[in-house]
């Protein structure tokens, strides 16, 4: 305690007189910055004509006939963003395959000449006014990529896209975020519908003036681009950020659209020159559009809190789009899950015991940014450490006892984002025990523990850019959530179940019925050979609760499956491990099934690692009886595959087959074509 005495003299004598504020550590963020950071959260909508044609890059050749939502309301989306906690809606006004949703002057190719509303729905006036109602703010999601437009990859094309920002960005009312998509372009591995018309993305959209007619028309909102300039891509579409999670980037070298960027510059740069904070963008199905066959792959509610405490709780911001389904209704499932997860979000933050705490910390710059100051709600109160002081230890003592299992802190932001190296311990009866030891902290930074009884915490700051300064400390209890069982099945078909937890037992059922604690218990792997539908749950018999249901739909087993390729790596490709893969030189992969199967389709999983290589973009896959004569059963794309490496599954006409081969037309990369699974459909 000794050790505290002298700045607590020192602060004592500080008191009386007025100190000014740190100095910031720029990069700073601007104003519409600041403000969107205290957003947060908020939701995409993925609604366009890829609901209508299924799919999730349209060719652009679709016709607006296609466009017919039912029921279409934007108050219900609102209020279902509004009712989880999110801030905010930016709606796919046009994507890539080039379809409006609202009546664009420039082209036929919107809402006018679609059955919507005989020609006369504006749905972005819709959305604007839902927004209004429940006090949303609006963002516009606008694809610089184009397949439908004629002009596109000349200037003219330029001048439209331009015409048409001028229309999203006038007649709307205020925008909070600007959001240009990358897809495509120069590295480009997509054609337009039946033609290739790459461009270079750097140049060709000439950005700067793009930039400054979005400043000029809404001045305050934020632009999302591959280039920043205001907001960066997260490096993945899976709402991760990384531990280490700066805001500050070399805007000038950096950027998102760059091949390298996700591997090496998502977690931005210490000494980046401008303030560019992450966006974390996920899909709460696996697909941004909607899919009927992707009902059951909402995610569930531990796979939605991991997203919230690694975007949210490392210092980056949270965006979760919905696939409005062909209703134009945000599906129930949908809306199910959101909600568990803001109830979650309630309870695990619904005690602070720092509040209640006694603070001190062993530096203090003066009045106004005493220790204190970490407890109160408005954010531009915050303690801050004399200049020159990077090394600081603040002790939170509780008045008694206490369990926790979560930790918040803030820094505030205004000044710059300051913090590199950081440690939180808890005493113990064993004495101190260090919990986590960490780099970032940036505008919210969580860290989750398993539960930990104390009286004391400390948390020290080892190493910073300048002095550092919080806005907020928090410390909470987060009630514990039973997760579902975890799945493997091999390639004789045989599926394991398990869960860390040795007190929680696994319930199954494979005729379709949720399964309850008076199911089938899981004590041993299961033979399941021939297609079923798989759900499990897990139980704790101690309090009677129950995960969510886990669900697998299962075709045949890959028993008699070979690979004819030479090299043994090929068998990965059929081996039912994700995380493992083969790379083929010749790029193909070809399969005995070992007899004669009725297909009606196939599934390709590529590379599972973060940073794949050879992923399959465009495909051949065909057929035979007798491993000689061929027959290609399909062929096409696999739509946003790079950034979003879902399981692919592709129907076709009902074939029978004894062998059957994926070709690889075109990888994202140019590398060898790599699969981590291939797998055949043989049920509707
Ligand atoms: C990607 C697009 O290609 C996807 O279709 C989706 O819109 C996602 C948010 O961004 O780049």
């Avoid at 927004?131 to 999601?141: A, N, P, V």
């Avoid at 509040?355 to 970490?374: C, D, M, P, Y």
Wanted: one cysteine or more; proline letters at 5%.
């Amino acid at each position: 305690m000794k050790k505290y005495l002298i700045p607590f003299v020192l602060l004592f004598s500080c008191n009386s007189t007025e100190v000014p504020p740190p100095e910031p550590v720029y990069p700073i963020p601007s104003e519409s910055q600041l403000a969107w950071h205290d957003l947060e959260y908020y939701a995409f909508v993925h609604f366009n004509m890829n609901t209508f044609s299924d799919m999730e890059w349209g060719m652009g050749d679709e016709s607006p006939e296609q466009f017919n939502p039912t029921e279409l309301d934007t108050r219900q989306w609102a209020k279902v963003v509004k009712d989880a906690g999110m801030k905010g809606i930016i709606i796919t006004a046009k994507h890539h395959d080039g379809f409006c949703l609202w009546p664009s002057a420039y082209t036929e190719h919107s809402v006018k000449n679609s059955p919507w509303k005989e020609g006369k729905g504006d749905l972005i006036r819709e959305l604007r006014e839902a927004c209004d109602e429940y006090g949303l703010e609006m963002g516009i999601y606008y694809s610089p990529w184009d397949r439908n437009h004629a002009a596109y990859g000349t200037p003219e094309y330029i001048s439209y896209m331009r015409n048409q920002l001028k229309e999203l960005l006038t007649n709307y009312g205020d925008i909070f975020e600007v959001w240009f998509d990358g897809a495509n372009g120069g590295t480009g591995y997509y054609g337009g519908a039946n033609e290739n018309r790459f461009v270079d993305k750097l140049t060709y959209y000439d950005w700067p003036k793009t930039y400054a007619l979005v400043r000029e028309l809404q001045p305050k909102a934020v632009m999302f681009s591959d280039g920043g300039p205001d907001v960066r891509w997260v490096g993945n579409e899976e709402g991760f950020a990384y531990e280490t999670t700066w805001s500050n980037l070399m805007r000038d070298s950096v950027y998102a659209g760059m091949p390298e960027y996700p591997e090496k510059y998502a977690s931005g740069q210490e000494n980046g020159t401008h303030w560019v904070p992450a966006e974390a963008d996920v899909s709460i199905r696996p697909g941004w559009y909607y899919h009927a066959y992707e009902d059951h792959k909402v995610k569930t509610l531990p796979q939605l809190l991991d997203i919230y405490y690694n975007s949210i709780g490392r210092n980056a911001s949270l965006l979760i789009n919905f696939p409005v389904d062909r209703r134009g209704l945000i599906h129930e499932k949908d809306v199910e899950q959101i909600m568990k997860l803001s109830t979650k979000i309630k309870e695990d933050f619904a005690v602070d015991f720092v509040q209640k705490a006694k603070l001190s910390a062993s530096n203090e710059r003066g009045r106004g940014f005493e220790i204190s100051q970490v407890l109160k709600e408005d954010k531009n109160k915050y303690w801050a450490a004399e200049d020159g002081v990077i090394h600081n230890e603040i002790l939170i003592k509780f008045p008694q006892k206490q369990d926790i299992n979560r930790f918040l802190a803030q820094e505030h932001i205004a000044l710059g984002q300051r913090i590199k190296e950081f440690t939180l311990e808890a005493k113990t009866q064993n004495g101190w025990q260090l919990i986590h030891k960490g780099s970032t902290i940036g505008t919210k930074r969580i860290l989750r523990f398993d539960e930990v009884e104390t009286d004391e915490l400390r948390f020290t700051i080892l190493d910073a850019k300048a002095s550092p300064t919080f806005s907020r400390l928090a410390a909470y209890l987060a009630p514990k959530l039973i997760t579902e069982p975890f799945f493997r099945r091999d390639q004789s078909g045989t599926v394991s179940l398990s869960i860390p937890e040795k007190s929680v037992d696994i319930y199954y059922t494979l005729d379709g019925s949720i399964p309850d604690s008076q199911s089938n218990q899981y004590e041993n792997p299961i033979k399941i050979d021939k297609p079923v539908r798989l759900n499990a749950i897990s139980y704790d018999p101690s309090s009677g609760k129950s995960s969510e249901v886990f669900v697998k739909d299962l075709d045949i087993a890959k028993a008699q499956w070979k690979v004819i390729h030479t090299e043994t790596d090929a068998a990965k490709a059929i081996d039912e491990d994700p995380s493992t893969f083969w790379s083929s030189n010749n790029q193909e992969l070809t399969v005995d099934l070992g007899e004669v199967i009725h297909i009606k389709g196939f599934t390709y999983l590529p590379p599972q690692n973060r940073f794949m290589r050879g992923v399959i973009s465009k495909y051949s896959f065909q057929s035979s009886m007798d491993g000689k004569t061929w027959t290609e059963r399909a062929k096409g794309e696999f739509p946003n595959i790079h950034n979003n490496p879902i399981e692919q599954m592709i129907r076709f006409e009902d074939a029978q087959a004894r062998y059957v081969k994926l070709k690889s037309l075109g990888t994202t990369d140019n590398q060898a074509a790599s699969f981590a699974e291939i797998g055949v459909i043989t049920i509707d």
